[in-house]
């Protein structure tokens, strides 16, 4: 949450790095993360900033009271570049999406940390949704990259495209006030629905570019309407059914998938667009293989 300030005095708390220090406020009688470039150089702890003299033009304020115990504990455990490299990262997306669910200030630098520890000692995490991750939250990713190039910057460490991945996800569930576990859970399912394609049509979807990406964001925004009970009509149904049999025979499978795995009810409109969807892979495969073989 980004606030325009007035004159207010600060008290410096411990600083993280160069760029951010813990500090208390003095007129609201709370603890706030001060993210600003060159504001920790030189400081001290107790010391007085003013945040009207400096000309730092923004704070960043940290989170709740039910938060701010288990996040004063991490500042106490981690290395405070870890968490000071951190809260950059958070600022820099909520420069860029607005304010974000304040747990993102625990459940990211808590991952980070972790991450670094992995990769120190060589282990390296895999991350089985990166090709959902990169087509569904290409913002929240493209976050991640100028996160990694932060991390490599102030702490010498490069991560992979895998940790880019998995941090947004967290930028993405801080989005949505949802834990990681939540989006993790749909971006699976996503996953799981593709593969279903993928088999009964014996093709390699992650391998057509902006096919894939269309019907990836189309299966989000259609189980987002499920969820909200918002059905759609579709005018085109009882052509569909005849025309692209096959295809939405397949989209039937998707349907049952997705009723079982989110207890929700799939309608055959729904079901009638994912079936032209799937139509459209049938095609880019008959074009790919017609090519294939001239």
Not at 123 to 148: H, M, Q, S, V
Not at 230 to 242: A, Q
């Amino acid at each position: 949450m980004v606030i325009k300030l007035s004159e207010q005095e600060y008290i410096v708390n411990k600083v993280l790095n160069n760029n951010v220090i813990l500090a208390f406020d003095k007129i609201k009688k709370d603890e706030v993360v001060l993210v600003e470039k060159g504001i920790g150089f030189g400081k001290k702890k107790g010391q007085v900033i003013d945040l009207s003299k400096t000309g730092i033009k923004k704070i960043f304020l940290s989170f709740d009271e039910s938060a701010k115990r288990e996040y004063y504990e991490l500042v106490n455990k981690l290395d405070g570049e870890v968490i000071g490299v951190s809260e950059e990262i958070i600022a820099i997306a909520e420069e860029k999406f607005g304010s974000l669910n304040a747990h993102i200030h625990i459940a990211l630098t808590d991952h980070i940390s972790f991450c670094i520890e992995r990769l120190k000692s060589g282990f390296e995490i895999g991350n089985p949704f990166i090709y959902e991750i990169k087509a569904l939250y290409a913002d929240e990713f493209r976050i991640g990259e100028k996160a990694a190039a932060l991390i490599k910057d102030r702490l010498g460490v490069e991560i992979p495209e895998s940790e880019i991945g998995f941090i947004a996800l967290h930028i993405h569930a801080a989005r949505q006030n949802k834990k990681v576990g939540e989006t993790i859970k749909d971006t699976k399912l996503l996953m799981d629905l593709v593969n279903i394609i993928e088999k009964e049509l014996s093709v390699n979807i992650h391998d057509t570019g902006l096919t894939y990406s269309r019907l990836i964001n189309h299966l989000r925004a259609s189980i987002s309407r499920m969820e909200e009970r918002k059905y759609i009509k579709n005018p085109l149904l009882d052509t569909i059914k005849e025309q692209f049999n096959e295809s939405y025979k397949i989209a039937l499978k998707l349907g049952e998938y997705i009723e079982k795995t989110k207890k929700i009810y799939v309608s055959d409109d729904e079901l009638g667009y994912l079936a032209l969807h799937i139509e459209r892979i049938k095609e880019v495969k008959k074009c790919v293989t017609e090519s294939n073989q001239a």
